[in-house]
């Protein structure tokens, strides 16, 4: 392999992975915050995509990537509210939490099955994005390097967030010890709706800016989800900064195991997985809990 | 006159029989006392089992071909020659476990006597030997997979796969020019069947393939392949569905088509997936049975018929199968006549049957039992704002 195919690997890995921690983010947060399994997440990613392809004329795309962010909000939220039914029973049930998002994840994907007939739908890339920058003999497309740069846009205000506010203070709190934190006198409840709600908003997001790569199509829900499994198990739960390099970590692994290895690619990020656990069985920094 | 009293069919309770007992009498009083044995089997309609996918992966298919079919039977006033023909719809759910149940319960409850399946290629095969097991006719209406041809009770209204994949193969080398070519496919059966039928039939031809990179089904990224593909005459793909609309967006996003030109077996580009690939599909081509651009009067009355039943109709293989599947069996049970409701007699007409499909002649060959159908090769264009097949002519 040349270097400018090595080079060119390395901005599609990044690219990629960019686009998978604003996806893993929301996932991290929840997962960390209320110990909650959210598996919804990757049906949430689905309905989004599938709502920004409906904004296929021109100047769409900014309506299709807002709408898709608001889209992945609103979905959140009822998964929350769904959950605040039975709250008592499921907060600290990981088995309890499984089956009940397991079963909206079912529904959601549903929802979209009898929408769009289950077919695969994309979303044209904006004007000002489309084509292509020519590197050694290829191409790389300009949407990529507009996703990686909106997606970095992004995780530096979630960063700004989670570190600067008193909102950031109080969720990293609570990801360490929530029993301390209501001991202070803060109450969890709407600490939980807001990183619900933000966490659908990141997933509904990064469905949006993905639009014009990945398109929307069924299965996404569970091939998602399994992104942000492993990000989260690398990155350890509820650690942005895990989380944002696990991210990287996984996309440029995967961008190289395709190049190297295409035949066995789907097994390279598996066996990051395996090789940080053996080193770091808490994840990169030790996990968070 | 007689034909409207054998619309009705045989109910089980007695006073129905009664009923249409007297009523058949009276029909044959009004025929003169034509001379027909009192225990006519061909009062009853003949029903045929349709498992098709309503829910699952290819969910989407279920529908769509159900209505082709019920068009079909419509178009014959739901009889094959005097005979009423029924069709019992069940949905296989793109799950070998659930078609094999389901074959169970058209077998025994409904007592069908023949049964078309499946979309999924896994239930039809799974479904085969039960079939097979009961001398009951088994129609594949779309390209299945190549297996159901050790059971004589089987037919595929279409031919393989690998059949179409291999003489795109050869129409690349000898027509097309193309001296040396990558294969990029879906890493599962079908993927594996086009790509071994287009290698072989490509080198044979005295092609050289470059490399053969097989990807996981529904990867989501193609960049890194595509960032890595040496240099070819040609790129063959074997993709169907999302994987389709990806990769086709992709190879023209990273500028490999300039590069190289893509070509494929006919669902990368297929009418479902055209609009949402967009204008990177321009310029690709494909090597298929169908398309919906074949200019040819059953394609035209096919096509027609289902925009007149309202709705969004895109035709495609799916559609087109179906109906020629319902083709196939009405000129079958009607040449089967009184022996349709014997089911290795009707599998035997089923073989034997020769009718005009959405693509051209459809018959089956005698040995195999899969269809001998023409091969198309087309490629895409933007025509008037839309994109749609342009057929180049037939591949030999």
Redesign the interface.
């Known amino acids: ?1 040349s270097l400018a ?1 090595a080079v ?2 390395l901005a ?2 990044l690219s ?1 992975g960019l686009l998978l921690f604003l996806l893993a983010s929301g996932f991290t947060l929840t997962f960390g915050l209320a110990g909650f399994v959210n598996l919804t997440h990757g049906a949430v990613f689905l309905l989004s995509a599938y709502v920004a392809t409906a904004f296929t004329g021109p100047g769409g795309y900014v309506t299709a990537v807002l709408a898709a962010g608001a889209t992945g909000t609103v979905l959140s939220l009822l998964v929350y509210a769904t959950t605040r039914l039975r709250w008592g029973r499921v907060l600290g049930d990981e088995l309890k939490q499984v089956l009940l998002t397991f079963g909206l994840l079912l529904v959601f994907a549903e929802v979209a ?1 009898v929408r769009w ?6 979303l ?2 904006p004007g000002f994005a489309d084509g ?1 920058w ?1 590197f050694a ?5 300009v ?2 390097a507009f996703m990686a740069a909106a997606a970095l846009a992004l995780a530096a205000a979630l960063w700004w967030l989670q570190e600067r506010t008193r909102f950031g203070a109080m969720v990293r709190a609570g990801v360490d010890d929530r029993a301390m934190l209501e001991a202070t006198g803060v109450s969890a409840g709407p600490i939980f709706l807001a990183v619900f709600g933000l966490s659908g908003l990141l997933a509904g997001l990064a469905a949006g800016l993905a639009a014009p ?3 929307a ?4 829900e569970f ?1 998602v989800l399994v992104l942000a499994f492993v990000i989260v198990v690398l990155g350890g739960p509820g650690d942005l900064r895990g989380a944002f390099l696990a991210s990287l970590a996984v996309g440029v692994a ?6 190297f290895l ?2 066995v ?2 097994f390279t990020m598996m066996a990051l997985v395996v090789a940080v656990l053996a080193w770091r069985p808490r994840g990169l920094f030790g996990g968070a809990r | 006159m007689s034909k409207s009293p054998r619309r009705f069919s045989v109910g089980n309770s007695g006073i129905t029989a009664v009923a249409v007992a007297s009523v058949a009498v009276l029909g044959l009083a009004g025929c003169g006392g034509a001379a027909v044995s009192g225990e006519d089997s061909s009062d009853k309609p003949v029903k045929i089992g349709v498992l098709l996918p309503y829910t699952g ?1 290819f ?2 298919y279920g529908k769509p071909m159900e209505a082709a079919l019920k068009a079909r039977l419509q178009l014959a006033q739901g009889r094959a020659g005097d005979r009423a023909v029924e069709l019992v719809f069940e949905d296989e759910a793109t799950d070998p476990a659930v078609a094999v149940s389901k074959a169970g319960k058209l077998l025994d409850q409904d007592g069908v006597s023949a049964v078309v399946c499946c979309a999924t290629g896994a239930a039809t095969l799974a479904v085969g030997p039960i079939l097979a097991e009961r001398g009951i006719p088994q129609l594949g209406p779309i390209p299945n997979p190549d297996g159901l041809k050790k059971f004589k009770t089987a037919a595929v209204a279409a031919p393989t796969a690998g059949h179409d994949a291999g003489k795109l193969g050869t129409y690349a080398a000898e027509e097309l020019g193309h001296r040396t070519a990558v294969i990029v496919a879906s ?1 599962f059966a079908y993927g594996h069947e086009v790509a071994d039928a287009f290698e072989k039939s490509f080198t044979e031809a005295g092609g050289k393939i470059v490399e053969r ?4 089904l ?1 990867t ?2 193609f ?3 595509l ?2 593909l040496p240099d070819a005459d040609v790129t063959f793909a074997g993709f169907a ?2 994987d ?3 990769f086709v ?2 190879y023209d ?4 088509k300039k ?1 190289m030109p893509l070509i494929g077996h006919g669902p990368l580009v297929t009418e ?2 055209l609009k ?3 204008p990177s599909a321009v310029g690709v081509g494909a090597g298929f049975y169908y398309s919906s651009t074949l200019d040819n009067p059953e394609n035209k009355r096919f096509i027609d018929t289902m925009k007149a039943a309202g709705g969004q109709f895109v035709p495609s293989h799916f559609t087109a199968g179906a109906w020629a599947s319902g083709s196939v069996l009405l000129a079958a049970v009607e040449a089967a006549g009184e022996h349709a409701t014997d089911g290795r007699e009707l599998a035997r007409t089923i073989r034997a049957t020769k009718v005009d499909a959405p693509w051209g002649t459809l018959s089956f060959n005698p040995e195999t039992g899969y269809a001998d159908a023409p091969t198309y090769y087309y490629t895409v264009v933007q025509k008037s704002g839309s994109l749609q097949h342009s057929v180049a002519g037939e591949m030999s």
Do not use: H, N, W
Not at chain 1, 217 to 220: P, S
Not at chain 1, 254 to 259: S, T, V
Not at chain 2, 253 to 256: D, L, T
């Open positions: 392999m195919q060119l690997q599609i890995g990629f099955r007939d289950g077919l695969p739908r994309s044209p890339a292509a020519r003999d290829a191409s790389f497309p949407y990529r790569v990945l398109g199509a069924m299965g996404q091939s995967d961008a190289y195991g395709k190049a295409p035949t690619a789907e | 992966t969910g989407l890493d990179v097989l990807t996981p529904g989501a990224d960049a890194s392949y960032a890595r569905g999302a389709a609309v990806r967006q992709q996003k990273f500028g490999v590069r479902l997936v949402q690939i967009g």
